[in-house]
């Protein structure tokens, strides 16, 4: 597998962010402050469901 290439929200003001990438049909998602951690996989029906679940508030929490 080619190496990922990850990006950033551009508005993303710092390094405590998540950052994304993208491979084939798959999307990967992990904390710009470790980026040798964990990596969350989603294929890209799960992708869909998840971005849907934050733009309709769906996806919350509570701090």
């Known amino acids: 597998m080619a190496p990922l290439v990850w990006r950033r929200s551009q508005a993303c003001a710092s390094s405590a962010c998540v ?32 971005i849907t679940g934050i733009k309709t508030g769906a996806l919350t929490t509570s701090v």
Not at 36 to 44: A, K, N, P
Request: charged share 30%.
């Open 19 to 50: 950052e994304v990438a993208e491979h084939s049909s798959s999307f990967f998602v992990r904390d710009s402050k470790n980026a040798e951690g964990s990596v969350l996989t989603f294929d890209r029906a799960e992708w869909g469901a998840f």
